[in-house]
């Protein structure tokens, strides 16, 4: 471990060979930090924290303080981040509230810029991006290789499927389902995120068939429950459609429209 001499680290911290800590960085009591990780100046990290491997943290973020929640009360609770994370200037990440299950999590590969906000007990998937001044409310989850727009704000218990794009100043106040790209002002669906899902090697026809069952969806003038007992039909020979619908069925607040 590389540690600067005005860091100031717990006893009671497990810091794996090979980290390096910054000028000023305190680090708490009950946190956990794997091998690779670089964690610079003026960081502030408080636990029950798990941090795994080759993580970035950048200068004056806080990482696992107490959930901004008034019910809060003191209990026992977690933050979870895997491998491979870019957490860049002035992040903030809480830990979990016994209302949720307790534990915030992030998965592995995630960009995340200055200014981002990840509030208690989100579940957040791996490949991600928030762009600068994104801002999750508290229990949001977050599919895989979602991308958030610069100041975009997502309501408390909302759902973000897989593949998403959520443009700049987006206002998410209910479901987006996997694959969609929204934006606007109002914020509104605005048809399949194709760019991205090129870029990740989907065919030609797993997109069309991806943008059919989005237009069943948005366009057909169907209701909902007809619409996905069609596409529920069509899984079995259009796989990449199922995380969609998937997405679809679990949705709790009803989805953007």
Same mark, same amino acid.
């Given at each position: 471990?590389?540690?600067?001499?005005?860091?100031?680290?717990?006893?009671?911290?497990?810091?794996?060979?090979?980290?390096?800590?910054?000028?000023?960085?305190?680090?708490?009591?009950?946190?956990?930090?794997?091998?690779?990780?670089?964690?610079?100046? %003026? #960081?502030?990290?408080?636990?029950? $924290?798990?941090? @795994?491997?080759?993580?970035?943290?950048? &200068? /004056? !973020?806080? *990482? =696992?303080?107490?959930?901004?929640?008034?019910?809060?009360?003191?209990e026992s609770t977690r933050l979870?981040?895997?491998?491979?994370?870019?957490?860049?200037?002035?992040?903030?990440?809480?830990?979990?509230?016994?209302?949720?299950?307790?534990?915030?999590?992030?998965?592995?590969?995630?960009?995340?810029?200055?200014?981002?906000?990840?509030?208690?007990?989100?579940?957040?998937?791996?490949?991600?991006?928030f762009a600068n001044n994104a801002?999750?409310?508290? %229990? #949001?989850?977050?599919?895989?290789? $979602?991308?958030? @727009?610069?100041?975009?704000?997502?309501? &408390? /218990? !909302?759902? *973000? =499927?897989?593949?998403?794009?959520?443009?700049?100043?987006?206002?998410?106040?209910?479901?987006?389902?996997?694959?969609?790209?929204?934006?606007?002002?109002?914020?509104a669906p605005k048809g399949i995120?194709?760019?991205?899902?090129?870029?990740?090697?989907?065919?030609?026809?797993?997109?069309?068939?991806?943008?059919?069952?989005?237009?069943?969806?948005?366009?057909?003038?169907?209701?909902?429950?007809?619409?996905?007992?069609?596409?529920?039909?069509?899984?079995?020979?259009?796989?990449?459609?199922?995380?969609?619908?998937?997405?679809?069925?679990?949705?709790?607040?009803?989805?953007?429209?």
């Open positions: 471990m590389n540690t600067h001499p005005t860091a100031i680290i717990s006893d009671s911290a497990k810091i794996a060979k090979g980290v390096e800590v910054g000028p000023y960085t305190v680090i708490g009591e009950n946190v956990e930090i794997g091998t690779g990780c670089v964690i610079d100046s %003026h #960081v502030v990290i408080n636990g029950p $924290t798990r941090i @795994g491997e080759n993580n970035h943290i950048y &200068q /004056f !973020c806080s *990482i =696992g303080d107490d959930p901004q929640d008034k019910k809060y009360r003191g979870e981040i895997g491998d491979a994370n870019t957490i860049r200037e002035f992040c903030t990440i809480s830990r979990g509230t016994l209302q949720g299950d307790g534990t915030t999590r992030i998965g592995n590969d995630n960009w995340i810029m200055a200014y981002v906000h990840i509030a208690h007990d989100c579940v957040i998937g791996s490949h991600c991006i801002t999750l409310a508290g %229990h #949001v989850r977050v599919g895989d290789w $979602t991308i958030f @727009g610069g100041f975009t704000g997502a309501h &408390q /218990f !909302c759902r *973000i =499927g897989a593949h998403a794009f959520l443009g700049m100043y987006a206002a998410i106040n209910q479901d987006v389902p996997a694959y969609t790209m929204i934006g606007g002002q109002p914020t995120n194709s760019e991205g899902l090129k870029r990740r090697g989907f065919s030609g026809d797993q997109i069309r068939n991806i943008r059919n069952a989005y237009k069943i969806v948005y366009r057909s003038g169907a209701k909902l429950s007809k619409a996905i007992k069609d596409l529920e039909s069509m899984v079995a020979e259009q796989p990449e459609i199922e995380i969609f619908v998937d997405s679809l069925k679990s949705s709790e607040r009803g989805i953007i429209r």
